[in-house]
């Protein structure tokens, strides 16, 4: 019994990212041209292809925002985030908002 289409896409993803935070950056073009060459959802398909492949692009998508998550937001020390906030009131009160 072989893996489900799902999973099969899950794991072109991870083939892309290797497991490695390194590689979340240029993962989203990565991915993008993944969807665009082996998933297209452009016309010329079936409305059944576009909505299969529609699919797969979605899972694609949450896979990568998942990843980008974990890379990303998930290891920004908080130091980062207090200059971030402060930066943020800054321009805010520069601009009279």
């Given at each position: ?9 899950w ?42 492949n ?22 920004i ?21």
């Amino acid at each position: 019994m072989g893996i489900n289409k799902q999973d099969a896409v899950w794991y072109e993803v991870q083939d892309l990212y290797k497991g490695n935070c390194d590689n979340v950056w240029g993962l989203a073009d990565k991915a993008e041209t993944l969807k665009n060459n082996k998933y297209p959802t452009n016309q010329g398909l079936s409305p059944s292809k576009i909505a299969k492949n529609q699919c797969y692009c979605n899972a694609i998508d949450e896979e990568v925002e998942r990843i980008e998550e974990h890379c990303i937001l998930d290891n920004i020390p908080e130091e980062c985030l207090a200059v971030g906030g402060l930066a943020a009131q800054v321009i805010v009160s520069e601009h009279g908002c």
